[in-house]
Nanobody, 124 residues
Framework: QVQLAESGGGLVQAGGSLRLSCAAS????????MGWFRQAPGKEREFVAA???????KHADSVKGRFTISRDNAKNTVYLQMNSLKPEDTAVYYC??????????????????WGEGTLVTVSS
């Protein structure tokens, strides 16, 4: 069982920045694909970014150039640096994990474990 705990959400003005963190339990963090998803009110949960221990990352087109995912395997933590935030980025952001080195993580169906979510609100 893997437990994920997000932090760092809050209220920010458009154009501002936030950094989300997700701490994971377990001794095999480096073998997990880690990612972030988000869900806005009335919308489906969508992929934001993913990170693998190989160093590879993937970002959704809607956040490319503004958001950056990173991970620190020594701290069992994954981060999401969000810059140039827009009102349409307002959502609950969920940390996600999938067991298995190199495993796919681009859809909610791929996720083995979810965090409880942290709310990001961007005001115009």
């Amino acid at each position: 069982q893997v437990q994920l705990a997000e932090s760092g959400g809050g209220l920010v003005q458009a154009g501002g920045s936030l950094r989300l963190s997700c701490a994971a339990s377990g001794r095999t963090f480096s073998s997990y694909a880690m990612g972030w998803f988000r869900q806005a009110p009335g919308k489906e949960r969508e992929f934001v970014a993913a990170s693998w221990s190989s160093g590879n990352t993937k970002h959704a087109d809607s956040v490319k150039g503004r958001f950056t995912i990173s991970r620190d395997n020594a701290k069992n933590t994954v981060y999401l640096q969000m810059n140039s935030l827009k009102p349409e980025d307002t959502a609950v952001y969920y940390c996600a994990a999938r067991v298995g080195v190199g495993s796919r993580l681009s859809s909610p169906r791929d996720v083995d474990y979810w965090g409880e979510g942290t709310l990001v609100t961007v005001s115009s």
